[in-house]
């Protein structure tokens, strides 16, 4: 395949397509100490060079302050600088052995499933997000990314041994996923009491970003409302004795914001490992209900698998109170997009449609407290859909 070495120069009239006008030279003029000088805390070479890919399967070399601008700009990509085989198993892997077709219809025990939803709470969520907030930033390449990654992790075993019984304790493991940069992915497992040796994966992203990433970022609707999302549907469901047929898996994922880097390592281990992925959704940032619209769950249907797709448009019409509304958001938009570049079935819920979601993203007014917009009752009903996702496709005897 044939690469293209983008020069910085020739990047606005590369990326003169996407509607969003900022450049790093414009954000520069506002900041102008926010790229220049060292950066106490931070590890990131603007200099380094990373191959990305475009929709159109163009891979283009660029630095790290071109990415920093191709993003301002509203293009999205993945960072395969070390992923570059991402996929090529896929195909050698489905024609050998079929994926397991999804039910017609849910399976579950409805009532079984509502008394877990019963047990979820706003009180996890807001405590939680509250201190994952209150890092400067969750940058990957941050101290304080790390340092925060750090704290999930040990809230993560501190849940587990508040909520899990000594017999399923047993069957989970947390461990972290580790990257060259220094922010870990965390996997937490609920092993499956069946043969079956198929995966259901959730997952949302811990990092954060700034449009320039040495300037705050609490992060709190990106991607801190998915991670404490599935992180309350953890501690409902293992509090709940959940022993699900298959392995039930829960990710939260390092350097989404960069180009999607820490799913797709993670991707890449399973495909190598011939990992029989199920289902994986991903959740990303459900807290926002824009003034003047309706609650809805936004539900995506590019870049997925429809089959699953369907599957969670019946278990939002079933367990959730707020309807769905169908969307698209492109290429590369979340950690789904790793898992279908990998061959795997994905799918995609997020707080609204595309074009009603949160518009603070990617800066320091991103927080909990920007508006009452910002909703933890809203988010409740995403740590719904995580809870009968993790119930429906993983399988439960009690169910």
């Known amino acids: 395949m044939k690469f293209v070495a983008l020069h910085y120069c020739l990047l606005p009239l590369a990326f003169e397509a996407f509607a969003n006008p900022i450049t790093v030279q414009e954000l520069g003029s506002q900041y102008p100490l926010a790229l220049s000088g060292q950066h106490p805390g931070f590890s990131l070479n603007l200099n380094d060079r990373r191959l990305v890919q475009f929709e159109d399967a163009s891979q283009v070399w660029m630095t790290e302050l071109e990415k920093i601008e191709a993003k301002a ?3 999205r990509f993945f960072d395969i600088t070390d992923t570059r085989d991402l996929g090529s198993a896929a195909v050698s892997r489905l024609s050998t052995a079929s994926a397991s077709p999804y039910p017609a219809a849910l399976t579950a025990n409805t009532t079984v499933v509502r008394t877990v939803l019963k047990t979820l709470s706003t009180e996890g969520p807001e405590a939680n997000l509250e201190k994952f ?5 969750r940058y990957y390449r941050s101290d304080t990314g790390r340092e925060s990654q750090q704290w999930l992790l040990s809230r993560i075993f501190q849940i587990t041994a508040e909520s899990a019984s000594p017999k399923l304790r047993d069957s989970i493991s947390i461990k972290e ?5 220094g ?3 965390i996997i937490t497992r609920i092993t499956g009491t069946s043969d079956s040796d ?12 700034n449009l320039i990433p040495f300037l705050p970022a609490p992060g709190a609707d990106d991607d801190g409302s998915g991670s404490v999302t599935i992180l309350e549907a953890y501690r409902a469901l293992i509090s709940a004795g959940f022993q699900p047929n298959k392995t039930v898996e829960f990710h939260w994922y390092s350097a989404e914001e960069p180009g999607l880097l820490g799913s797709q390592a993670i991707a890449k281990a399973y495909e190598a490992a011939a990992t029989n992925v199920y289902a994986m959704l991903q959740l990303d940032m459900t807290a926002w209900v824009k003034a003047g619209t309706h609650p809805e769950a936004g539900i995506f249907t590019d870049f997925v698998d429809p089959g699953l797709t369907n599957v969670l448009k019946k278990l939002v019409d079933e367990y959730l109170d707020i309807p769905y509304v169908e969307s698209k958001c492109g290429y590369a938009c979340s950690d789904h997009g790793s898992w279908t570049r990998a061959g795997y079935r994905s799918s995609f819920a997020m707080e609204s449609s595309f074009e009603n979601s949160n518009g603070h993203i990617h800066s320091s007014q991103d927080r909990i407290d920007i508006s009452p917009e910002f909703s933890f009752i809203h988010l409740l009903e995403f740590a719904k859909l995580a809870t009968a996702f993790a119930i429906e496709l993983g399988g439960w005897e009690k169910a």
């Open 198 to 209: 198929e995966v259901v994966i959730l997952g949302a992203h811990l990092d954060s970003t």
């Open 133 to 137: 907030t209150s890092y400067r930033t």
């Open 177 to 181: 996923f580790p990257h060259s940069w």
């Open 183 to 185: 922010q870990a992915s």
């Open 73 to 75: 700009r509203g293009a």
